[in-house]
């Protein structure tokens, strides 16, 4: 067995993952190495298409502190405002870092770094839309990845392209390194590391329409939790509203920033009994219980169960500059030109606003008095620092990544330079070795493809846009009576090269827990707030909620305990748009 010797292991090579080893690599004494399932520029950050918000004022005028307005009351102020605070000041430093770095943005005719509406970003404390959004067509995420990829690539960043991350070696409450499996081989590495980063991106696979790419299982998030860490607002789940019908893939908000509108079946711009301000242009949680509503009361197109997304009267010419790649998704999956005709949409699940608790240094914490453990880091979507609370806003999420990325490698350098290599415990790949082993040995009638779609079946049933007691009731037992099932899935491949069916049997295990986690902090939360709407509770109740929810696996079973909100300059309001 392979035994790798390094300061610093990141795993995940998405923007949260690249901006960490940048930092890294500009110390050129450390050793740094980046672990990734998917070869680095497939991460999910390439998918994102919209934006990144930074209050630039390229266009009209703007300021972080009206960022940082929008982003606490997005949330439904479960915001911690400290990290709100920082995101919106370092975002504009670091799209000019991203400028600077290469990256092609779309520009004004002044060669400035254009900027585009998007959902909830306002001018003046609510007063109507702003233009926050820096872009490149709708292709942002994939130019930020390839621009960090290729400045990592320059600086020397070693990286460890289809190596599998399934274990996290803790000893005496410190980080001592991780398990990997190279997908290539089949052989178990171990990295010893004075410091770990995970930034392994989100979890929308728990449901059954997502955005969100196959990968997308929670790996991270899950071997965390399994190492008895914490795992904070796992209720606050996000659906966008306008993925394509039936397949979830999603539509960006930018289409509606820049002019397109959602009609429901009888032709009506619905938006406007909802959110008489800010229209097709409020935040997701919003808008999507809207669409569900419409639909809910008939007025989906045709009687059916989506809507229309109108974006014809933008001309072709817009589209094209703007919005090419959506032009492109929309003939391909639907059939459908949408310059001349309308897109059917229904909302998909998107975000996890939930997470890895970590101060605004990335540092993982793991109690309600934010305790770091030594050594180990969570950065972006795998991570909750929380600067989304109870529901993100469009373009946040790569502001997200980026800052506190960025910020977590600066501060595993400094660890680094402050602390020896810890030992590694005796046979520190046994129990994943043991997990393998019993997998591929496992005959049992079960197969992995049925057993997650029945999780995401009923993830989309009970713990989707809304929530009731009951439903959360029988979606825990039937998640229980699935992991029971998984003890009993057998695998189709049982060799050692590129056995991807192992690697998703490992996946499902991670989504079984996150869906539990999910479902579990959602029947808990006997409140409605952001993306987590209770049917049965449907107000917002600030004095008995105004507090995270932190969620520790304990002696088999599950066990809340909760974490104040961080307040500082915007008290909790009604959320009006
Ligand atoms: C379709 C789509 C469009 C979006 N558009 C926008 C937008 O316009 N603006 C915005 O702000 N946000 C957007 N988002 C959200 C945003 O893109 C993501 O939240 C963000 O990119 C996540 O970045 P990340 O670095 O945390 O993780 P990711 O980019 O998801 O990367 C995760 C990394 O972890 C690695 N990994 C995972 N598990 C393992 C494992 N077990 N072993 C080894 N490696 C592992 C993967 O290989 C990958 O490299 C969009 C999301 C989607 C899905």
Known sequence: MTVHKFDAVIIGAGGAGLWAALELSKHPDLKVAVLSKLYPVRSHTGTAQGGIGAALANLEEDHWEWHMFDTVKGGDYLVDQDAAEVLCREAIETVYELEHMGLPFSRTPEGKIDQRRFGGHTKNYGEAPVRRSCYAADRTGHMILQTLYQQCIKNNVNFFDEYHFLDLILVEGRTAGVVALEIKSGEL??????????????????????????????????IAFRRGIPLEDMEFFQFHPTGIYKLGILLTEAMRGEGGKLLNGEGERFMERYAPTLLDLAPRDLISRAMYLEIREGRGVGGNDYLHLDVRHLGKNVILAKLPDMLDFVRTYVGVDMTQEMVPVQPTAHYAMGGIPTDIEGRVVTDEKNTPLPGLYAAGECACVSVHGGNRLGTNSLVDILVFGRRSGRDMAKFVKDNELPELPKEPEGATRAEVSRLLNSRGPETVGKLREELQQTMQDYAGVFREEDGLASALSALGELKQRYRRVSLQDRGKKFNTDLLEAMELGYLLDIAEATVYSAQNRTESRGAHWREDFPKRDDANWLKHTLLYRKDGGLEVKYKPVTITKFQPQERKY
Do not use: C, E, P, W
């Open 189 to 222: 590495n171990v990295f010893q590391a004075k410091t770990v980063l995970l930034a392994t991106g989100g979890f929308g696979k728990i449901y059954k329409i997502t955005s969100n790419a196959h990968s997308l299982t929670g790996d991270g998030v899950s």
